[in-house]
């Protein structure tokens, strides 16, 4: 498709339970973002990759989570022993580079730890 | 850190109304964005400003950059239904980094 692709749309885990959370960025886009959204609030960032790297992680809020982009397209946002207070709509986006460029988000997963 | 604070909170309005919101921050910054975010979808950009002063229209939503580059407004006019949703402002450190989300503003249209 032509948007940002995040799967799943859905995911439910139990706690301590390790989840994967995957998103295919527009073709072509360098830049990428992970952001987290709590029901009621903004968006809040993560991270962020140029390429390959990530150029900016001082949004994860702990080492439990972890992100990468190996190939410079898809990312996958990761998180170890899952807390309750984890549950939110994990949103990425993607812009042809950085700077002032529109920055496109996907539908986001909700992941719900039980 | 750098925050956006944004007002109202939340509006309900009459279908054919006007409505106005702002977003004001301590920092100053040199991107406004306003996005819209349904329900169960991602935010959308809807107008992207770019330098102090600016004023910009898409269609019937009118936004502004503040000339102290500390704030920024959106003004719908003759709101439809389907204008219902939820407003953010956003900005952005310099030309590059992350994008910074304001709480939003919870738009409702009665017809």
């Known amino acids: 498709g032509a948007g940002v692709s995040q799967t799943p749309s859905n995911k439910v885990t139990e706690k301590g339970k390790y989840v994967e959370l995957r998103c295919d960025p527009i073709?072509?886009?360098?830049?990428l973002y992970w952001y987290r959204q709590s029901l009621g609030q903004g968006p809040e960032f993560l991270i962020y990759?140029?390429?390959?790297?990530?150029?900016?992680d001082s949004g994860l809020p702990n080492d439990r989570f972890f992100a990468v982009r190996p190939e410079g397209s898809v990312s996958t946002l990761k998180i170890q022993r899952t807390e309750r207070g984890d549950s939110a709509v994990y949103l990425c986006?993607?812009?042809?580079?950085?700077?002032?460029?529109?920055?496109?988000f996907g539908q986001g997963t909700r992941l719900t730890v039980v | 850190g750098q925050q956006l604070n944004q007002s109202p909170q939340s509006m309900f309005i009459q279908e054919g109304e006007d409505v106005s919101m702002n977003c004001t921050s301590s920092?100053?910054?040199?991107?406004w964005l306003w996005y819209k975010q349904d329900p169960g979808e991602g935010p959308v950009l809807l107008i992207a400003?770019?330098?102090?002063?600016e004023l910009t229209s898409n269609g019937r939503l009118t936004a502004q950059f503040g000339i102290t580059r500390k704030d920024s407004f959106l003004n719908i006019s003759a709101s439809i239904p389907s204008d219902v949703g939820i407003y953010f402002c956003?900005?952005?450190?310099?030309?590059?980094?992350?994008?910074?989300f304001g709480k939003g503003t919870k738009l409702s249209v009665k017809p």
């Open positions: 986006a993607s812009s042809p580079q950085e700077g002032n460029t529109e920055a496109f």
């Open positions: 073709s072509g886009h360098t830049a």
């Open positions: 990759f140029q390429g390959t790297g990530a150029a900016d």
């Open positions: 920092s100053i910054f040199n991107t």
């Open positions: 400003l770019y330098k102090a002063g």
């Open positions: 956003v900005s952005r450190r310099g030309s590059q980094g992350n994008l910074i």
